[in-house]
């Protein structure tokens, strides 16, 4: 009996012990719920304000666009957004056939370099004082200005403000094989600005990338709304001062 009854008392803790632990996973769940919607918020609301008061400067830098060089205004890339599958695929998403390690979507950028430039080279990263760049696209990347279409990608919902800067399917895929806990990057949207950029100059080489990766990923453990308003109000001097541009 006094077996049966210490039996039965573990039982009882155990479920307690199992029910508390769920209650806390399910806080956590809703607090991450509630941090993911106020930081989207932020984004749209940041998008559509910075959209309003930069126009003008979409104007004039398309123009010079035009003037100065052959080619379109707008550049759209093949980049890998975040990886939702944990939430279900839809049946179209093309990572059915193939793992591309997240959802890919076009980002949009003020074109900095000539028309065809990677025609003979393919993917390649940015080198310093790259001779692809036009005068014009120098200065633009000088002050990030060539970004600003990206405000649209956020409000098209495949990217926030902040966030890990997406990568290329290509490179993308080399870089998973070459640096541990890479794919982790994928766990949050990507951003026109975030912790890595700040902080770090722009990255030419796998050293760099693993320096970015380790920032990135000790953003997404810390992500929320004032997390993101600091790394924005902290994107303004990086801009000013033209650190790490390439």
């Not at 989207?40 to 998008?47: D, K, P, Q």
């Not at 035009?66 to 695929?89: E, F, N």
């Not at 870089?175 to 700040?198: C, F």
Request: proline letters at 5%.
């Amino acid at each position: 009996m006094k077996h049966m009854a210490k039996s039965t008392r573990d039982r009882s803790g155990s479920a307690r012990t199992s029910g508390r632990h769920l209650r806390l996973m399910d806080e956590a769940a809703r607090r991450d719920r509630r941090h993911h919607r106020a930081r989207r918020v932020l984004s749209v609301i940041v998008a559509v304000v910075g959209i309003i008061v930069t126009i003008p400067l979409w104007v004039g830098i398309a123009i010079a666009i035009k003037l100065t060089s052959r080619g379109p205004v707008l550049y759209t890339q093949t980049r890998i957004g975040i990886d939702s599958r944990a939430t279900g695929t839809q049946n179209d998403d093309p990572r059915r056939k193939h793992d591309m390690g997240g959802r890919p979507f076009k980002i949009y950028k003020f074109r900095t370099m000539s028309a065809d430039a990677e025609a003979g080279t393919g993917p390649v990263w940015a080198q310093k004082n790259d001779s692809r760049v036009t005068p014009l696209g120098r200065f633009l990347r000088e002050y990030r200005l060539d970004e600003l279409p990206q405000l649209i990608n956020v409000l098209r919902g495949e990217m926030n403000v902040v966030g890990p800067r997406p990568e290329r399917p290509t490179i993308f895929a080399d870089l998973r094989e070459q640096i541990p806990n890479y794919q982790r990057r994928q766990l949050t949207k990507p951003g026109i600005t975030g912790h890595a950029q700040i902080n770090l100059e722009y990255d030419g080489s796998i050293d760099d990338v693993r320096q970015k990766v380790a920032y990135d990923l000790e953003y997404i453990e810390c992500a929320g709304f004032w997390e993101d308003l600091k790394i924005m109000a902290n994107t303004l001097p990086v801009m000013l001062f033209r650190r790490g541009s390439r």
